[in-house]
Nanobody, 120 residues
Framework: VQLVESGGGSVQAGGSLRLSCAAS????????MAWFRQAPGKEREGVAL???????MFAHSVKGRFTISRDNAKNTVYLQMISLKPEDTAMYYC???????????????WGQGTQVTVSS
């Protein structure tokens, strides 16, 4: 499966952004889809996960502020981010895998990333 992210940008603290991840490949629906992020000098961390029926899981740092959804008819996964903080600044990556996990090692396919910058 191929993944292409979009929707990143620069916002002020408290602002919102919606990221999109367009997937191609006929096995898309089998995968669990996740968003990860990586700030400069830091490890890539899992942010949110969604399976095909729509069950979700979030990292503690974003719970209540981020929402993940998927439109299976459009092969697209979204990450809606509100109340953004400067510490949310990172490159955000879409990933596809088989596990119910937010560990980087459990994901086989990755997009190229989209930058999110939050200024104070």
């Amino acid at each position: 499966v191929q993944l292409v992210e979009s929707g990143g940008g620069s916002v002020q603290a408290g602002g919102s952004l919606r990221l999109s991840c367009a997937a191609s490949g006929d096995t898309y629906s089998r995968y669990r889809m996740a968003w990860f992020r990586q700030a400069p000098g830091k490890e890539r961390e899992g942010v949110a996960l969604i399976d095909f029926p729509g069950n979700t899981m979030f990292a503690h740092s974003v719970k209540g502020r981020f929402t993940i959804s998927r439109d299976n008819a459009k092969n697209t996964v979204y990450l809606q981010m509100i109340s953004l903080k400067p510490e949310d600044t990172a490159m955000y990556y879409c990933a596809a895998g088989w596990s119910w996990s937010l560990l980087k090692r459990d994901f086989d396919y990755w997009g190229q990333g989209t930058q999110v910058t939050v200024s104070s």
